[in-house]
């Protein structure tokens, strides 16, 4: 049964959670975005997405002091911060321009603010193909671009949060107040709040002009090691060492879910485009899709991958079409989720019945890309439905550098 596609009444409103007014930037970025979006692949089981595979070389994770732990593209895909075991982050432009800084106030004096171009002349001329960010004292664990990409946060062991700015290339914020190492943190999909999640057990909702936190979600029994806002920012998913899974309100703080399934660390989620449906994945090799509406897991693709799933990716559009999945087995995995929403039952899908869970994997099988011996830290969708993957080969050898192959 397909999809009711009216709206739901029991959905929150979409001005539920106070968001400040847009800056002209990104009032900017959103035309920009919806422009791009018109011109999207229409994917279906026999039009798959093309995959861009960009591997990280000399950046293996065990014993080299510069291993690559974390990954993570802007939303216009134009840049790519990599957050490494030496307290660095690196920056890469995926286009062919370079990597400019801001103009000196001097010179911003004498510009006309008005012209539709102001974006492009506040910046210098010459740039860089390479930006190192540094400023923690250990290990980089998560990064998240600001949807209209001026700014980047980032977490590590050192028990901080740093924001960036992109225009000048510098920190302008530290957020402390975790006791231990931040293993994530997360924009809120229209940018101003993040969420972060650490080793103290606990998640935290924060803005980027306030040092303090603004929620504390609180719960879980052992580490969370992963957060995602929904689509609207309404909410805030946590997955957790103890293997479960919450849904946390953004308004009030309180846990509205708890979902229990996993058989081993969850260390990735992601919310599908309408924001019904979240899929979570781990070290038990398994992805497991639940409807947020109900609580209870619908779906679970289990034996395909056969090593841990660090990360999960669906296509961009109104619909979800296409979930794309990898991890330490060296492979790309798209799986066919528009078939799996054409076979849920949404009557039989409420918080008083248990749904028939769909675990014939191969049945939504589409496509297996192996690797060259390349472990996957991100999938990522562009805007126009190109899948850009980013890997770390395995072999060691002097220094870090980044190449690209298509297939």
Known sequence: MKKDSSHDPNAPPLTRIPIPELRDTEQ??????????SKALKLDNDVLPSICLYTLLNA?????????????ISDDSTLLAVGFSDSFIRIWPLTPGKLCGLKPASELEHLDKETDDVILRIMMDMGDDLKILFGHSGPVYGLSFSPCRDMLLSCSEDTTIRLWSLLTWTNVVVFKGHCFPVWNVKFSPHGYYFASCSHDRTARLWATDNPNPL????????DVDCVQFDPNSNYVATSSSDRSIRLWDCLNGQCVRLMTGHKDNVHVLAFENSGRFLASAGADKRILIWDLASGHLVADFAGIHTNSIYTLAFNRGPESIILASGGLDNRVILWNMKALMDDLDFQEMTPTSMPTIKSKSETYLLAKFPTKSTYMLLNHFTRRNLLLSIGAFHQASSSSSLSSASQ
């Open 60 to 72: 293996q994770q065990t014993t080299n002091e510069t291993s690559a732990i974390c990954a993570e």
């Open 28 to 37: 900017l970025e959103k035309r920009r975005a919806k422009k791009e979006a």
């Open 215 to 222: 929620r504390y979600f609180t719960g879980h029994f052992a």
